[in-house]
């Protein structure tokens, strides 16, 4: 059994029916990443200097020395780069990635963000690499940077983004902090949970695309108003999808050093008054989001199929490809996941056993379904999934010659094809399939083969979605 952990579905082409506070067409949701303080530095007790997301093109990291460059341009974001986002954002709700330790080196800073009524979250302990870091080390950096967040901004933190993560980030993250959200994603439009740290933990995904740190990569913006038009090209896309009553989220990645530069900050202050300009535009904090998706939207419990042992998987949906049980039992061997608990992905993967099966094997799921009002049906002996799909078309209230014709039907096609005629009921009626009936019995052999396997995986997925509706 192979297991595909990640999940290339999220909501699908049915997101949840969001509602904003206010009814808000569009949720802004602003972070400031402090981390000032922070980096990688020999002063900190790192190996070597800063090397990322700073003006200085081909940064490397310098082992066993200090950066003065790289310093001073940290410094700035501090220094001068805050204030003048403070000055601009300071009537917002807005949401501080707070690396601890450069937070125990900003007293003044925090001082402002408090006054300001901003989000103070959890950046981490360090702003450092973790992907190579031992799961328990990250551990033990996660409950150090919530206890000294805790005792610089006189309470613990309710969202987390660790950034640059390793592959535990999340579940450590969980177990450790009692956490209104995690922000490690980039995912979706869309808060959504998830398990992880043995619970259902909410995520709220971040940005990389509105990010100034898009400043400071080759591939990035080279002047103020690229990033404005970018905010303003999103903002629209998404206010224009509330508006048709899809409402998502723009999240928006800002840095002090990086923004805080005047050139930048005055792209984002026209940008800032474009949002203003329209009505119906929730300003929050990440906070504030996580517990309004969290009382609107409460995680849910339901079957996942690529969880489930064989003899469960097979007892859910050993019957949906009629009496054909081997069909979902080596399904269930296939490579699924999250991706797969769907009826549109159960589907997927019975069908691709029953397309690579033998003809042999195709032909007995055919021969296993049952004429249509035939003789099985009169007695009362199809499957209930068959008796109800039969009831749906009218075919269980025939009358004497209806039903004749139908059995007369019946024995021609399968004395000429050697299989039941099969088509989808649910699909059709009483009318229809007795004009397929027609139009299809005079078909070489070949044709009806090809056409009556397309039926049953037509049926199979009708009965999974009305399965997984139930």
């Given at each position: 059994m192979a297991r595909y952990p990640r999940d290339l579905t999220g909501y699908g082409p049915t997101p949840p029916a969001v509602t904003w506070p206010n009814g808000a067409k569009i949720a802004v949701q602003i972070v400031l990443n402090y981390e000032e303080g922070g980096e990688n530095n020999i002063l900190h007790g790192d190996a070597a200097s800063e090397a990322f997301l700073s003006e200085i093109t081909g940064a490397a990291p310098w082992p066993g020395q200090r950066h003065w460059n790289m310093e001073s341009i940290y410094d700035y974001g501090a220094r001068a780069g805050f204030w003048r986002v403070h000055r601009l954002l300071g009537?917002?709700?807005?949401?501080?990635?707070?690396?601890?330790?450069?937070?125990?080196?900003?007293?003044?800073?925090?001082?402002?963000?408090?006054?300001?009524?901003w989000e103070i979250a959890s950046h981490g302990l360090k702003w450092v690499e973790h992907k190579d870091m031992p799961p328990e080390e990250e551990r033990a950096q996660i409950q150090e940077a919530i206890r000294l967040h805790t005792e610089v901004t006189g309470a613990p933190p309710r969202g987390w983004y660790t950034g640059r993560c390793s592959m535990n980030t999340v579940d450590l993250a969980a177990?450790?902090?009692?956490?209104?959200?995690?922000?490690d994603s980039y995912a979706d439009d869309l808060p959504y949970w998830v398990k992880a740290g043995g619970k259902d933990q909410l995520i709220v995904p971040y940005t990389m695309d509105c990010n100034d740190m898009r400043f400071a990569i080759q591939a990035g913006y080279t002047n103020g108003r690229q990033f404005e038009s970018y905010l303003k090209d999103s903002f629209d896309m998404l206010y224009a999808e509330g508006q048709a009553g899809h409402p998502a989220i723009l999240s928006i990645g800002l840095h002090c050093r990086l923004i805080g530069r005047p050139g930048r900050a005055i792209a984002l202050q026209r940008a800032i008054?474009?949002?203003?300009?329209?009505?119906?535009?929730?300003?929050?904090?990440?906070?504030q989001i996580a517990d309004h998706w969290a009382k609107q939207h409460p995680p849910t419990t339901k079957p996942r199929p690529s969880?489930?042992?064989?003899?469960?998987?097979?007892?859910?949906f050993g019957g949906i490809f009629e009496h054909s049980a081997w069909i979902a039992e080596a399904a269930h061997a296939l490579e699924l996941g999250p991706t797969h608990d769907t009826a549109t992905g159960v589907h997927n993967a019975l069908a691709r056993v029953f397309r690579s099966a033998s003809e042999e094997q195709r032909l007995s799921v055919l021969t296993a379904h049952p004429d249509l009002?035939?003789?099985?049906?009169?007695?009362?002996?199809?499957?209930?999934?068959?008796t109800a799909e039969q009831a749906g078309a009218g075919l269980d209230l025939l009358t004497d010659q209806e039903r004749e014709t139908f059995q007369d039907l019946n024995a021609q096609y399968v004395a000429r094809h050697g299989f039941p005629f099969i088509i989808a009921v649910k699909d059709n009626t009483k009318a229809s399939i007795l004009e397929a009936f027609y139009r299809r019995i005079d078909n070489d052999r070949g044709t009806e083969f090809a056409e009556a396997c397309k039926q049953v995986e037509r049926i199979a997925e009708l009965r999974l979605i009305d399965k997984f509706a139930s």
């Open positions: 009537d917002l709700p807005i949401t501080v990635y707070g690396v601890a330790t450069a937070l125990a080196r900003a007293p003044g800073q925090v001082a402002a963000m408090q006054a300001s009524g177990e450790e902090g009692d956490f209104a959200y995690i922000a008054e474009h949002f203003k300009a329209h009505d119906g535009v929730w300003f929050a904090t990440r906070e969880e489930m042992d064989r003899d469960t998987f097979v007892a859910e009002a035939g003789k099985l049906a009169a007695a009362g002996k199809l499957t209930a999934e068959s």
